[in-house]
């Protein structure tokens, strides 16, 4: 018999859940302060898919919160991914030192007064996720000229300052399925964010306007409410948002879903590899089959397996190609498998280097 203490039966089990098409990004900025490192370690405990840093200068906006050191210190104590949202007036003059902090995507408002397009290039050469934000006010098609630098489209549905404020759902609905729409030359990757007011009463209808992912703030960190089980109904109200307003009734296609698209000798599936990467969609290859140590690599069938979410794109832009290949591949095996030159794993593009 298993033993508890102070009489509590032992815990179940926590079930894994499939993951679905929302991601959450817990923004800190209505946390404790004065404990971050807590925070941070414990909105990561509690499933959200990353950490939502909102810097203010006390400038751009009326509000002075944290700058590099902080999220330096911070990036020690926790795996998850690091949002940067710089509601700042300068932030090509901190730049260097916000990537050099360890901020995996840094997103700027589009409405700063000194050139935007340096400070987009050089976070994606650096290999972060480059995003720029919008005031409620301000028109979808001031992005327009910067979409080709642009992974992160983040939509303010409050005016940008401080936490707490109420939703702006006339703003969601104009602008959020409108930037999926401006980052639809992006085969893979590119994210629509809304920030401001999110919550599980506002979770459906942003989920529905095709939102990958929602900035939650105020709502997980009220004293006694349970975080995790709020971020699981925020996910769980977002994929079913869009289940049924975007997608026919059918479930989102799971974000770490897989399939395999070509299986190929290694020499053609590691060029083909080469060729999908380039236009930003990633591809991993396998051994294909069980793993017979007798049988070498070069002459053995390899799987290509790509995002499910990029299987339409990557057909529509590979479909001939594919079968070209596989063509190639039935033409080498009936020659007898000639030797052919060695072809190494091609590295994963950085941003900068994408082709769209």
Partial sequence: MISTRRGRKPSSPVKELPLGRARVAASILDSDLGNLAYSVRRAEKEGADRIHLDVMDGHFVPNITFGPRTIRAL??????????????????????????????????????????????????AAGRAAGLSLRPKTPLSALEPYKALLDIVLVMTVEPGFGGQSFMADVAREKILAARGLLSHKLHGAEVHVDGGVNRETAELIGGLAADV???????????????????????????????????????IPRDRVVTFATLPRHLARTFQAEIEKVGIP??????????????????????????????????????RRDAMLREAAAWRAAGMPPVPFVPAPLPPRPDEVVT
């Fill in 75 to 124: 990036r020690k104590r926790t795996k998850l991914p690091f949002d940067a949202h710089l509601m700042i007036s300068e932030p090509g003059r901190y730049i260097e030192q916000f990537l050099d902090a360890g901020c995996d995507s840094v997103t700027i408002h589009v409405e700063i007064e000194e050139p935007i397009e340096p400070t987009l290039r050089a976070i994606r």
């Fill in 214 to 252: 929602l900035v939650v703030g105020s709502a997980l960190w009220i004293p006694g409410r349970n975080m995790g089980r709020e971020i699981r109904l925020i996910r769980a109200l977002a994929d079913e948002g869009y289940q049924y307003t975007l997608n026919d009734g059918r479930p989102p």
């Fill in 283 to 320: 591809v991993l290859v396998f051994r294909s089959g069980g793993l017979d140590v007798e049988e070498p690599d070069e002459v053995r069938d390899w799987d290509m397996l790509l995002p499910a979410s990029s299987e339409a794109a990557a057909l529509e832009r590979f479909g001939a």
